[in-house]
């Protein structure tokens, strides 16, 4: 009995392993490269980097931008995962998208567009980055030129959960608390570093700094941080909205010194108030830090016409913005900036026709 048993168990043992790969990677064999013919702005087909259609901002700027530029004869084609870093340096070099990747099938993206990328839409940060300085190691990229910036708030807030006892961080280093710290990137570095606490400070008093989201989901931690904070639901902001309501939380108010250091670190931040009832438990008006924007971008070496009609379709089409995840706003007076970046000669164009700029 014993040896039948050992070679049925040898039998199943390769049909178990193909069950396993097929339920492991069946997504990433769901893959495909899609030939979209011929593409560009001189047949009115242009390639936009933008992202997933599961909420993500640059996704859903990139459908609003699709759908903008149909009347005026354009079909844009959407690249799905020309998103984080890649955007600006793709459009930049006109390159083709990179290989899919786990992140972007988690996202729901399993088609990759097989055609050079002819404009985009980024943060403002990282598009000013980008153009002025590096981007992931890369740049700068001197030939990206803004069409249209879109104001799109967000706020970094530090909470805590209101059963850890936590009050300050002055209270965290002076009985060397055990903290569990989500959000640790250079915003909160600097805060620790204000107050005279390191890294390996919170390791020593047993606290661990870099919980990950899914530890913070199940109530592993004691504080969380992040540049992201918003009531809206897309995957990068979604955590704070479902944290917020699952666990009771305390805001933390800074010192108006360390908010301007953070201002300092970050090229689109400013001072700004974050209003009570913004997340469950923030039940007070407090100071904090902000930044606002999305970018749609272009090369130098585009037709002028197209950052035309792409600024004026953006203009005209502005009302829809507010039926988005994130409700976006269309500024006049800010639409036409963004850190230095050069406007499109196109797109400066069309500003001045309409009065945005003199």
Same mark, same amino acid.
């Given at each position: 009995?014993?040896?039948?048993?050992?070679?049925?168990? /040898?039998k199943?043992?390769?049909? @178990?392993?193909?069950?396993?790969? $097929? #339920? &492991?990677?069946?997504? !990433?064999w *769901?893959?495909?490269?899609?030939?979209?013919?011929?593409?560009?702005?001189?047949?009115?087909?242009?390639?936009?980097a933008?992202?997933?259609?599961?909420?993500?901002?640059?996704?859903?700027?990139?459908?609003?931008?699709?759908?903008?530029?149909?009347?005026?004869?354009?079909?844009?084609?959407?690249?799905?995962?020309?998103?984080?870093?890649?955007?600006?340096?793709?459009?930049?070099?006109?390159?083709y998208?990179?290989?899919l990747?786990?992140?972007?099938?988690?996202?729901? /993206?399993?088609?990759?567009?097989? @055609?050079?990328?002819?404009?985009? $839409? #980024? &943060?403002?940060?990282? !598009?000013? *980055?980008?153009?002025?300085?590096?981007?992931?190691?890369?740049?700068?990229?001197k030939?990206?030129?803004?069409?249209?910036?879109?104001?799109?708030?967000?706020?970094?807030?530090?909470?805590v959960k209101?059963?850890s006892?936590?009050?300050?961080?002055?209270?965290?280093?002076k009985?060397?608390?055990?903290?569990?710290?989500?959000?640790?990137?250079?915003?909160?570095?600097?805060?620790?570093?204000f107050y005279?606490?390191?890294?390996d400070?919170?390791?020593?008093?047993?606290?661990?700094?870099?919980v990950?989201?899914?530890?913070?989901?199940?109530?592993?931690?004691?504080?969380?941080?992040?540049?992201?904070?918003s009531?809206?639901?897309?995957?990068?902001?979604?955590?704070?909205?479902?944290?917020s309501?699952?666990?009771?939380?305390?805001?933390?108010e800074?010192?108006?010194?360390?908010?301007?250091?953070?201002?300092?670190?970050n090229?689109?931040?400013?001072?700004?108030?974050?209003?009570?009832?913004?997340?469950?438990?923030?039940?007070?008006?407090?100071?904090?830090?902000?930044?606002?924007?999305?970018?749609?971008?272009?090369?130098?070496d585009?037709?002028?016409?197209?950052?035309?009609?792409?600024?004026?379709?953006?203009?005209?089409?502005?009302?829809?913005?507010?039926?988005?995840?994130?409700?976006?706003?269309?500024?006049?007076?800010?639409?036409w900036?963004?850190?230095?970046?050069?406007?499109?000669?196109?797109a400066?164009?069309?500003?001045?026709e309409?009065?945005?700029?003199?």
């Amino acid at each position: 009995m014993k040896n039948l048993i050992q070679r049925s168990l /040898v039998k199943l043992l390769p049909v @178990a392993l193909l069950f396993l790969l $097929v #339920t &492991s990677f069946g997504s !990433l064999w *769901a893959q495909e490269d899609i030939d979209v013919g011929e593409t560009g702005w001189a047949v009115k087909r242009p390639v936009m980097a933008s992202a997933c259609a599961n909420g993500c901002p640059w996704g859903e700027l990139g459908d609003y931008a699709r759908d903008a530029m149909e009347p005026l004869g354009y079909s844009v084609i959407l690249c799905r995962n020309c998103n984080r870093t890649y955007g600006p340096r793709l459009v930049s070099e006109n390159d083709y998208p990179p290989p899919l990747d786990e992140v972007n099938l988690e996202d729901g /993206v399993n088609v990759r567009v097989d @055609a050079p990328v002819d404009f985009g $839409v #980024t &943060s403002s940060a990282m !598009l000013s *980055a980008a153009c002025h300085g590096k981007l992931a190691g890369k740049g700068p990229f001197k030939n990206l030129r803004l069409v249209a910036k879109i104001e799109d708030p967000f706020y970094f807030l530090i909470a805590v959960k209101k059963d850890s006892g936590i009050k300050s961080f002055d209270q965290i280093k002076k009985q060397q608390m055990p903290v569990r710290i989500m959000g640790t990137d250079g915003n909160m570095k600097a805060v620790l570093d204000f107050y005279g606490i390191s890294p390996d400070d919170i390791k020593a008093w047993g606290g661990k700094y870099g919980v990950s989201l899914g530890e913070a989901k199940d109530g592993d931690f004691d504080i969380i941080s992040g540049f992201l904070a918003s009531p809206a639901m897309n995957p990068e902001s979604s955590y704070w909205t479902s944290i917020s309501q699952k666990y009771d939380l305390h805001f933390l108010e800074l010192p108006d010194e360390l908010l301007q250091t953070i201002v300092d670190k970050n090229v689109d931040a400013e001072l700004v108030d974050a209003q009570q009832c913004l997340l469950n438990g923030l039940d007070r008006r407090i100071k904090t830090v902000g930044r606002s924007g999305e970018a749609f971008f272009i090369r130098d070496d585009a037709p002028e016409q197209a950052a035309y009609d792409l600024a004026k379709a953006i203009d005209e089409n502005s009302g829809q913005l507010k039926w988005f995840i994130r409700i976006y706003t269309y500024d006049p007076n800010t639409v036409w900036q963004n850190f230095g970046v050069p406007l499109h000669p196109g797109a400066e164009r069309y500003y001045r026709e309409v009065g945005y700029l003199k």
